[in-house]
């Protein structure tokens, strides 16, 4: 019935209110865990840059590893020396794919005496191409200002009035020429040959020229049987 006093607990033994053994003081992680619960900033793997990637997943300065030098392309896909954006080659053509009209200088006037060049070019081949008809076979220096006159003579009447005077000339000297082959048995005949081969070369050359500068060429000795 008497008072019994406590049990003394020895310093070094536990106590009712202390945590289980294993863990630490003030409920700290248990050990290989920092106190703060934050990671500290560490060094990114080997092979990527400091700093981390930037915003879509792609490293700081716009190159993936092994950028330009190590075999990489340029952000954006293109290669380092590739072409430019827009899928142009340097010096290429404009956008739309055609290339710049070419230049091309206003028409000059046209030549003094004739409408065109066109014009003038016709009417010396009926001269000249007349000369040379009768220069060559004697008996169809008329064959190149009929075709002439034929052809072009209903679109250019500069063009006609060349070829009606040189087709009538080359006519007139064509049957020249026939007399003096029917009347070649005759000495005459070769004299009549020969000055009509002469004289329907010359004057066919000399009103060829006269058409280069711009004159209707009235020939000699011509009769007009073609108007």
Known sequence: GGYIP????PADSPRDDDPPSGFPQDSAPPGGFPQDSALPDSAPPAGYPQGGATQGGYPEGGFAPGGPGQGGSPQGGYPPDGFPQGGYPPGGFPQGGYPPPAY?????PPPMGYASADDKTWA???HFGGAAGMFLTLFFGWLAPLII????GNQSPTVRAHAVAALNFQLTWTIVAAVGAITVCFLIGWFILVVAWLVGTVIGIIAGLRANDGQLYNYPLAFPLVK
């Open 6 to 9: 406590p049990r003394q607990q």
């Open 149 to 152: 006159l034929v052809s072009r």
């Open 124 to 126: 010396l081949v009926a």
């Open 104 to 108: 091309s200088p206003p028409p000059g």
